[in-house]
């Protein structure tokens, strides 16, 4: 098992823990990362790997209209709107 | 009115409206007292929905009037707060959806509205659907009917506790890798997670999408039945929505569940049964039970049982990473305030918005995800899954349904497990497996161990639920396990 550099991993998933939770959570990581290394365990040469439980080919639907965009409803429930845009901090100077 | 039972059958109850022997109405407050009186104890419900349920009664009780009616018109119900609900608050057990109002209806709710059925309230839940235990809620953990300071399981812990205490005759809940069977069989209920595809996942809050599959908590099988028979069927709005039609569950509505024309081949897998600990003599008890009513019974291999663990915490993480990376501040969910810049808005809306156990799936996830390990990890656990479901197709040409333990064990007390992830995990170690395999399955409440409820799985092929609730007729004929309620809930 590698190194988990638990900085990088908060990096991508846009998290942070403070000292604590670092040194507890490196240590479950750890465990987890031990625990699903059973699965080497197992030769899987030439296994197709399984993305969806039950087979069948996404369908396709008639190209007509049925969703009209409701941009009102939709950013009712959003944190910060103005003129019917998203804020956020300025990104650039 | 007459006093209606809390613990009665759908059926039983819908006859009681119909008789005119109670109103719609007088039911919705019969169990909204019962909420009020006894739920301080056990926390199952994040919200309780009245204004809205006795409006609704109001409206069955009128189309009772007018003859109107379906199976569930003017029943009481409960969805567990992952289920979208228009106007009502769905918080997913999270401080990030804590002011969520939807603006839409899940398709469960959607249909069930539908039909009649009376929402009491939206149940309490491990965050994001991510525990074994209830005890991952932003809202508190909750307790278990057959003991408060036990856990009730998880995640759908809030909607088991519910049912169990009598507080609403049946709840619909989710099963990701064991998040029904496991409470229901800590409860004390019959609950089923139906073929992934069944139900339409539009309007439930996403977790792993591969695994995410809807389904419903009751005292006997026929009440699961008759829910699946309103909330299964194919959905446009779900990608994954099948096409197949059940031409018997949609006559659950409206009879019972009978018992199989021909007794069911039942396969016992050796792997489910090694090293066993708890609950060993009530499984044997439920094998002469089904023995006696014609079933044979033949031992299985499921070799790759002990991969389905391993495998599941991969790819639930990495779909769990991929779907919660929608949360960002911006659009909807908790924002954190004055944020710097859109990086520290992303950050610390992230970190004050999860709870450490969503926190640990993700980073799990984010690491199966990134470059270097994609292959290792990742690819791997979807080629276990595959050699997971071909031990079960190739079971499924030997027999006609699966019998398992659901859960390694009973009730546990709070606490007893949250320092310890692994040791979590391996609670789904019976579940997990069907959930990979995109399997239908049922736990059925058979027995007790030191006065918990014990329960039994049953497992069956893709889209055969037909053979798994008359399996599970056949054995509730026969046994009063599904009947037995736990004390200090009287009406």
Redesign the interface.
Known sequence: M?A?D?T???R??????DEN?TRA?EG??E???R??????A?D?TG????????AGT??L?PDEITETV?RE??Q?????VEDGL?L????VE | MSTPDAFAPIAELARGLRARAFSSRELTRYFLDRISRYDGALNSFISVTEARALAQADAADRRLQEGQVTALTGIPIAHKDLFCTAGVATTCGSRMLERFVAPYDATVVARLDAAGAVTLGKTNMDEFAMGSSNENSYFGAVGNPWNPALVPGGSSGGSAAAVAAGLTPVATGTDTGGSIRQPAAFCGLSGIKPTYGRISRYGMVAFASSLDQAGVFGHGVDDLALMLAFMSGFDPRDSTSSEQPDAWLAGAANSPVGVPERAPVIGLPREYFDGLRVGGAALDAARRSLEAAGCQFREIRLPHSAMAIPAYYIIAGAEASTNLSRYDGVRFGHRCENPKNLEDLYRRSRTEGFGMEVKRRILTGTYALSVGYFDAYYVKAQQLRRLIQNDFLAAFAEVDVILTPTAPGVAFPKGDLTDDPIAMYQQDIFTVPASLAGLPALSLPCGFHEGLPLGLQLIGPHFGERALLETGALYQRDTDWHRRHPEGFAA
């Not at chain 1, 009712?76 to 910060?80: G, L, V």
């Open positions: 590698a988990i638990i990088h991993l908060c991508l998933a846009q998290l942070a823990l939770e959570v479950d990581l465990r987890i990362i625990m699903v290394d059973q699965m080497q197992i899987t296994i197709e790997p399984l993305a969806h439980p039950v996404q369908r639907r409701d409803r939709f009712s429930i959003a944190p910060a998203y956020v901090p300025r990104v």
